[in-house]
């Protein structure tokens, strides 16, 4: 089932930047761990960063830190991923996910971790 849906993916040039939000698609509850990852066909979902809900502590991939920036708000009950300086290796359709569950290791990174996920917004980077 869709629980979460994700907007504001597009086309952009190498250097752009977008702003992906993720919001949920009917009911309510606790998602004490938030995250957003990305998929290329051929390959495994990749996370991209992870939040803590509660206390806001974020966690970002190697790979997109100091370009990519997870934040929330719990008011609105929304998250987003703030992404500059983008590359064409960024491409990919991006997915938000969200685990009921608040014990989880680290920085809760992993696909299988997630019990909740959207349909995925694509991200597409051209040089």
């Known amino acids: 089932q869709v629980e979460l849906v994700e907007s504001g993916g597009g086309s952009v040039q190498a250097g752009g930047s977008l702003r992906l939000s993720c919001g949920p698609s009917?009911?309510?509850?606790?998602?004490?761990?938030m995250a957003w990852f990305r998929q290329t066909p051929g390959k495994e979902r990749e996370g991209v960063a992870t939040i803590y809900t509660a206390a806001g502590t974020t966690y970002v991939a190697d790979s997109v830190k100091g370009r990519f920036t997870i934040s929330q708000d719990n008011a609105k009950n929304m998250l987003y991923l703030q992404m500059n300086g983008l590359k064409p290796e960024d491409t990919a359709m991006y997915y938000c996910a969200a685990r009921s569950r608040l014990l989880c290791g680290g920085g809760c990174w992993g696909a299988e971790k997630y019990n909740s996920w959207g349909q995925g917004t694509q991200v597409t980077v051209s040089s």
């Open positions: 009917g009911y309510t509850y606790s998602r004490p761990w």
